[in-house]
T-cell receptor, first 113, second 114 residues
Framework: DAMVIQNPRYQVTQFGKPVTLSCSQT?????MYWYQQKSSQAPKLLFHYYDKDFNNEADTPDNFQSRRPNTSFCFLDIRSPGLGDAAMYLC????????????FGPGTRLTVL | AQSVTQLGSHVSVSEGALVLLRCNYS??????LFWYVQYPNQGLQLLLK??????LVKGINGFEAEFKKSETSFHLTKPSAHMSDAAEYFCAVSITSGTYKYIFGTGTRLKVLA
């Protein structure tokens, strides 16, 4: 089945130690999103790629970066994780050719010690 | 500007009872509306969506929602709750700005009592 895959599902890092989360898709969608979701809150959009065009949300901290080397893969880099960055990170994809919805991966839960 | 309001951060129903989760939106243009479900430590799964056409939308797991433009609502219902329905539910409206970015409601946690 076509799907959105996130690795790892659980990631533990230390305060200030860079960490990279990955997302891959077999849907061949041209849009990929990264969300941060803290406990009992709605997902918060960090940024998205429309093909290779990067779109940052105005309130996304500089500590968060992203790379999209090809259509299938997208990475979230947290350069210096703080305790406040502990959250679930969700990747989603969308095709602008339809069917007008986002497809979500299972998420990566990040713990910062 | 678009916004989404979900009334009730926590809703409890008895198994077999009607489920009603409320969602109201504001939008200056005809909206696309979505309901997603999230189980613990999982991503979001689409339950149903309204884009155009029929205002009563049926989704997976027996859920349905009705788009009421006059009330700016898109409430989610299920006639008979099952224990497996216990989860977090998010209503979302999409805004068109090149891509269809979502605005999420704050979520409603559904608890199903035996």
């Amino acid at each position: 089945d076509a799907m959105v895959i996130q690795n790892p599902r659980y990631q533990v890092t230390q305060f200030g130690k860079p960490v990279t989360l990955s997302c891959s898709q077999t849907l061949n969608h041209n849009v990929m999103y990264w969300y941060q979701q803290k406990s009992s809150q709605a997902p918060k959009l960090l940024f998205h790629y429309y093909d290779k065009d990067f779109n940052n949300e105005a309130d996304t901290p500089d500590n968060f970066q992203s790379r999209r080397p090809n259509t299938s893969f997208c990475f979230l880099d947290i350069r210096s994780p703080g305790l406040g960055d502990a959250a679930m990170y969700l990747c989603a994809t969308e095709s602008l050719a339809g069917p007008d919805e986002q497809f979500f991966g299972p998420g990566t839960r990040l713990t910062v010690l | 500007a678009q916004s989404v309001t979900q009334l009730g951060s926590h809703v409890s129903v008895s198994e077999g009872a009607l489920v009603l989760l409320r969602c109201n939106y504001s939008s200056s243009v005809p909206p696309y509306l979505f309901w997603y479900v999230q189980y613990p430590n999982q991503g979001l799964q689409l339950l149903l969506k309204f884009t155009t056409g029929a205002t009563l939308v049926k989704g997976i797991n027996g859920f349905e929602a009705e788009f009421k433009k006059s009330e700016t609502s898109f409430h989610l219902t299920k006639p008979s709750a099952h224990m497996s329905d216990a989860a977090e539910y998010f209503c979302a409206v999409s805004i068109t700005s090149g891509t269809y970015k979502y605005i999420f409601g704050t979520g409603t946690r559904l608890k199903v009592l035996a």
